[in-house]
């Protein structure tokens, strides 16, 4: 792929041309860079500036066929839907259905929801991760890791409500729940009465004029879709999130996304102010607050309201500032994360990471391998589990398919099919005590079961 792939404004969506938002020159450098060398296989970046907004397009929707994306290529935008979600109960209280401190008990008849010590899960709670829900369900194990959503039911969800025991009152601490913001879609459907992709065409799509927004793709939007792919860069099929799809399950385009943040950007009317009011702080001693799902921060004098999302083939992110002047959007159909493009765009300035090149991976004979194969708990909910498989090292995580490791040095290995490398310690005799997770600039320590 050459330069030229990166283009010009594919589609103004603002007043005229002359006004179009420009690209930092940065970004642009950074997108061309990516999609040159095969980390991202597309990227289109929505600049938003006041009223006038551009889209730009850099490498080929399709392998080889030299297909530019533009304002109309359709992404899976992953857990950016968890905004439209949340925007959805946001509707619900201000049209005067549902309270936000509601128990969300009340809207699921026939299900067991677990309450702790008489505290029930409210509404609030499910949206803002306050909810001490896990991630995902304890009952996630997925048939086809390449599609791991496909086959989780609504009466699987309703199977692990009844079973689950929380381990803290809901309200006292913010912890990422995929499982609950599926909670919270079921239980909006219900109230409405009929199915969650039905409510988010009546009450978000169709009064935006979002037409390729959609957790069920029409044959047209299926038409325009850009085939997923992982980080090795072989393709990967979208996702199907069944009843987890208020979560992550909702596909759209760039010309549909910056339709959705003009609409909380300019005098959004009550149920965007409502989404964007922070609720509850994302830690203790953190600035970073939470509204109803968008994560709400200060940066270089700037308010700003952000979410991101990834699925196996895709990566998202969506912020604008909270004074209406600038917003923007980034889809991928690459798993990698997009965060840093995102915020160097909405922020001009902002430094961009040093762009990393592609690992080497060493042989390391079968039986050294061998060493690492084990255990690795955090807490009760995740165990990274290390095993031997025919091809070599293999690491899976608690309701996640198998994915390849591959060693860079003696006790560092790194993974292809995500971003995210694996160090293992040693106690003194030299003998492996722990793993150490880096994804996404964090470190976590796995501690080694015995």
């Known amino acids: 792929m050459t330069s030229r792939l990166a283009l010009l404004p594919l589609c103004l969506l603002g007043s005229a041309a002359l006004a179009a938002p420009v690209l930092d ?36 929707v399709h392998a080889g066929k030299n297909i530019k994306p533009g304002a109309d290529t359709v992404y899976q935008i992953g857990s950016i839907t968890k905004t439209m979600t949340a925007l959805l109960l946001a509707d619900a209280v201000v049209e005067g259905k549902v309270e936000l401190d509601a128990p969300v008990a009340a809207f699921l008849p026939g299900y067991t929801v677990p309450a702790f010590d008489g505290k029930t899960i409210s509404l609030l709670d499910l949206a803002t991760h306050y909810s001490s829900l ?26 692990f409500l009844a079973a689950y025991r929380l381990p803290r009152a809901p309200g006292t601490q913010f912890d990422y729940s995929n499982i609950g913001y599926a909670v919270l879609g079921t239980a909006l459907a219900e109230q409405a009465g009929g199915s969650y992709e039905a409510l988010l065409q009546k009450r978000i799509a169709v009064p935006l004029g979002m037409r390729s927004t959609s957790n069920q793709p029409t044959h047209g939007m299926r038409a325009r879709l850009a085939p997923g792919h992982l980080l090795t860069g072989e393709s990967t099929p979208a996702w199907d999130l069944n009843v987890v799809a208020p979560a992550g399950g909702v596909y759209s385009s760039a010309r549909d996304m910056v339709a959705y943040l003009q609409a909380y950007m300019f005098k959004p009317l009550r149920p965007y102010a409502l989404a964007i009011q922070p609720q509850r702080p994302l830690a203790p001693d953190g600035e970073t607050k939470i509204g109803l799902a968008w994560l709400l ?71 050294a391998l061998a060493e690492y194969v084990g255990e690795y708990p955090l807490g009760t909910d995740f165990t990274l589990t290390v095993t031997l498989g025919k091809q070599g090292l293999e690491a899976a995580g608690t309701g996640v398919g198998a994915a390849p490791l591959f060693a860079s040095a003696k006790d560092q290995f790194f993974f292809r099919a995500i971003d995210a490398e694996l160090a293992f310690t040693r106690d003194a005799g030299g003998k ?19």
Do not use: C
């Open 134 to 159: 896990p991630r995902l369900p304890d009952n996630f194990a997925p048939q086809d890791p390449a599609n791991p959503y496909a086959d989780y039911t609504a009466a699987k969800q309703r199977q």
């Open 297 to 367: 921060e200060q940066r270089q004098g700037h308010g700003y309201a952000w979410h991101s999302g990834q699925t196996g083939g895709y990566s998202s992110y969506a912020a604008f500032t909270t004074d209406g002047k600038r917003g923007v959007v980034v889809l991928t159909n690459t798993a990698r994360d997009v965060d840093a493009l995102g915020l160097s765009t909405l922020l001009p300035g902002t430094p961009l990471p040093p762009l990393k090149k592609p690992q080497t991976a060493i042989d390391v004979p079968r039986a």
């Open 25 to 60: 020159a940065a970004v642009r450098q950074r997108a061309e860079e990516l999609t040159q060398n095969g980390m991202h296989a597309s990227l289109v970046i929505a600049v938003i500036d006041g009223k006038d907004s551009a889209v730009y397009g850099f490498g080929s």
């Open 432 to 450: 492996i005590i722990s793993a150490v997770l880096t994804q996404g600039g964090q470190d976590v320590v796995l501690p080694r079961k015995p």
